[in-house]
């Protein structure tokens, strides 16, 4: 019996038929959020993902390349492997059905189940459709089409082996009945469910005649047939435990596995095949087996015809690891279908995560090292207001809603509830607006249990958000000064251990905003070669950023004439005065001179200035824009500087100039 410390998650192992897609992207990375979260909670972890390597798909596409089909699976398996290595896979172990150590692990399991007279052989007629490698009874098919692929099917009568599946129905309802989270989510339970209990269950044909297909296991007892590929397939789940996981007791300690994660083309294959296999190989079924749902693009079914498969590579070439990693199990409730497309990414990369968690991340920082010398400050508990007791309450009720919905597979709703507890903190500090706090002497202990409730908060993010974006999380642990060189093993469960007295090290911002601009004659999603591209992070963990090695051409800009130019009237100003505009973190209201008069102006500088710093200093305005209010304050102009969301730094002159002096 399984030990109950450890935890083993499986993938489907994936067809070497074509280039991984976006499909094994995702239930590989939503695989590997739950290896990386159990390991952090202690467990024991054994995650596997791997090859299918036989049968008729992969014969076909080897017969298609003109190469044996081993030839061929060894010149594809490296493009799974080479991706999961980019996407961050922590996988403990990569299964191929053509290691000899699982063919003989199939081979075992056939003569047992042979042995115990559960495999008989017999004569079949029927509907067959090679795409899915199955036969159809008459009533199936329709008009002569496969009711799954919608691909013409062919009569074939053919002798083979069969598995006594169907004496299996009763107790596998049973199963289900009993064991309410055996197949997730819910509505795909009842599917099952009521196919068990209006249909009657058929034995599975699992053989194939060597003359048909050569490519596969050879039977034990007849060296004519092959196995079917799913018998083959379904079970690299044990097989792999014999001999991949290292150290000791044994592998068999993982089994039985907690998740099978599966599309949900693939479920009556696990939900029924496996689990009466496992039956008559008096093996204990998996605790879960959970379906999730597909991905279309742009609206439309992903497919190779219509040319829109997403190729991962280029998603993490153009947004980077983390960005992908999050955004494929953020943005739809894991379970559901989806739709995926290159302007919902970037919304959420933008709102979430520039927006969100980078710019909390940075804007706090700053503070800590402008108003604290750069060192988390002491906590003097007594002197907490209701609105730090708030902050931490919530935090604390947040994450254990978002370990509960992680536990759960509920992987959108765990990120909102971490999303929440940014927000939160960016409200905390809007409302208690330490930059003001730092200006009054007297305020210098309430600053200071702010600016530590703040990292404290910060801190707290470092584990839920880490099983699902390994390099930024530790990135950012590292500007924490958490110092993780391996967060794994460094962070201690349930312990934010941001302590007052921790030196940060702020660095580069997380995630920079994507510019929008629209791409001349945008291509879909699929092809990204002719989108702009985001704007380049400046290095920070390298492999979360987007890599250049093949850059999009630059988008074009908007151009103007030299007369539209000439329109806009740029001058020098002295700022005579500067201040905070009262519940603003961002705006300064300045009084500056343009020689010859004077004007108030309202400028977003206020993160990356202090106002006094600015007066006397001569900087450029925009002297002919028509006046408008921000926040109740009118703004006669507009000062130019670097940056974009994130000011950089004002635009000034070399030379000493006089105010109110044009500037072209
Ligand atoms: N080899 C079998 C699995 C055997 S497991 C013992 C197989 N391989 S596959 O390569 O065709 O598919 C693997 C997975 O990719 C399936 O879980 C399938 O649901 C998933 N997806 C394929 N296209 C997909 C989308 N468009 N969206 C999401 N997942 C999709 O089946």
Known sequence: MRDTNTFYITTPIYYVNDVPHIGHAYTTIAADVLARYWRLRGRDVFFLTGLDEHGQKVQQAAAKAGIDPQTHCNKLAPQFQELWKRLNISNDAFIRTTDPQHQSVV????????????????????????????FWTEKDVADGLCPDCKRPVEQLSEHNYF?????????????????????????????????LQTQKLG??????????LSWGIELPFDKDYVTYVWFDALVNYVSALEYLPQGNPAGSRFWPANVHLVGKDILTTHAVYWSTMLMALNLPLPNTIFAHGWWTVDGEKMSKSRGNVVDPNKMVDEFGTDAFRYFLLREVPFG???????????ARINSELADGLGNLLSRSLTMIERFAGGVVPAHDAPADTSLEKTLGQRTGDLLAEADAHVESL??????????????????????TAPWTLAKKPEQRPYLNNCLY????TLGALVQPLYPFMPYTIANMARQLGLEP???????????????????????????????????????????????????????????????????????????????????????????????????????????????????????GIGKKYEPDTLVGKTIIIVANLKPAKLMGIESQGMVLAAGDADVRGLATILEEVDPGTKVK
């Open 107 to 134: 081979q075992r399991y056939l003569q047992q189940l042979y042995d115990q007279g559960l495999i008989y052989q017999d004569s079949y007629t029927g509907w067959y459709c090679t795409f899915d490698e199955r």
């Open 163 to 195: 598995f006594k599946m169907g004496q299996y129905q009763e107790r596998l309802q049973r199963h289900i009945l009993d064991n309410p989270d055996f197949i997730r989510p819910e509505s795909r339970r009842n599917e099952v469910l009521g196919f």
């Open 203 to 212: 034995d599975l044909s699992i053989s194939r005649p060597k003359s048909r």
């Open 336 to 346: 559901q279908d989806g739709d995926f497309s290159r302007s919902g990414m970037i």
């Open 410 to 431: 509920r992987f959108s709703r765990a990120l909102e509830s971490v999303g929440e507890i940014i927000q939160h903190c960016d409200q905390y500090i809007d409302k």
């Open 453 to 456: 409730h703040i990292a404290y």
């Open 485 to 603: 060189a391996d967060a794994e093993k460094s962070l201690k469960w349930g312990d934010s251990s941001l302590l007052p007295g921790t030196r940060i090290q702020k660095a580069a911002s997380l995630f920079p905003r994507i510019e929008t601009a629209k791409p001349q004659g945008a291509k879909p999603v699929s092809d990204t070669s002719a989108t702009p591209q985001p704007v380049p992070a400046a290095a920070t963990t390298p492999p979360t950023q987007p890599t250049t090695s093949a850059p999009s051409p630059p988008p074009v800009p908007q151009q103007i004439t030299i007369d539209e130019f000439m329109k806009i009237q740029l001058k020098t100003a002295k700022v005579l005065s500067a201040e905070r505009v009262p519940k603003s973190e961002k705006l300064l209201k300045l009084q500056v001179s343009l020689g010859s008069e004077q004007r108030q102006i309202v400028a």
